[in-house]
T-cell receptor, first 114, second 118 residues
């Protein structure tokens, strides 16, 4: 069975400093992994997706994530935080069965201090 | 591309009434749509999966007679909360995917509907 663990419920950074949001996954198969962002009272926006083509995945808004099979990790990073990055971030793994269900992590709230 | 809309964005209703929420894929045909529920400061909980033209598959613990899902066309799915009660108040989010034109497991999410039952 697939599962995903987001290691931090809250992360606080200063504007202009790097962002690291941690995610570990468990999967019996080579998984599809996603990062989604949710701004307050909004739906989810796809930041990036890993599908085994390349271990370093570049997404929108300067975010990227690196798939590390040996560590079963898929951490999200950004070199320099912007105030508009403050939001909830979800690490997600595909269920890989015929239903294509997504399995969500518990979320990490990113706070950006001016 | 891959835009999903929901209507209404907010709805307030009295206890005992029914509420319908629409989910539309605007620029692609959604063979599969998903309905999620999100409680404050929590992650998304999958309620059901619906494939166009067939009955929805509900997750364990979700009452199918209370949360009626219809996926009558490739661009529209509806969720009807029947006989709503205050405990049904929540943020409802739909998503859509297409197994041919887009990667099969990528879901595109709507903006959500905030339901408040008085």
């Amino acid at each position: 069975a697939q599962s995903v663990t987001q290691l931090d419920s809250h992360v606080s950074v200063s504007e202009g400093t790097p962002v690291l949001l941690r995610c570990n996954y468990s999967s019996s198969y080579s998984p599809s992994l996603f990062w989604y962002v949710q701004h307050p009272n909004k739906g989810l926006q796809l930041l990036l997706k890993y599908t085994s083509a390349a271990t370093l995945v570049k997404g929108i808004n300067g975010f990227e994530a690196e798939f590390k099979k040996s560590e079963t990790s898929f951490h999200l990073t950004k070199p320099s935080a912007h105030m508009s990055d403050a939001a909830e971030y979800f690490c997600v793994v595909s269920g890989m069965d015929s239903s294509y269900k997504l399995i969500f992590g518990s979320g990490t709230r990113l706070l950006v201090r001016p | 591309g891959a835009v999903v809309s929901q209507h209404p964005s907010r709805v307030i209703c009295k206890s005992g009434t029914s509420v319908k929420i629409e989910c539309r894929s605007l620029d692609f045909q959604a063979t599969t749509m998903f309905w999620y529920r999100q409680f404050p400061k929590q992650s998304l909980m999958l309620m059901a999966t619906s494939n166009e033209g067939s009955k929805a598959t509900y997750e364990q613990g979700v009452e199918k007679d209370k949360f009626l899902i219809n996926h009558a066309s490739l661009t529209l799915s509806t969720l009807t909360v029947t006989s709503a009660h205050p405990e049904d108040s929540s943020f409802y989010i739909c998503s859509a995917s297409h197994r041919v034109l887009q990667s099969s497991d990528t879901q595109y999410f709507g903006p959500g509907t905030r339901l408040t039952v008085l």
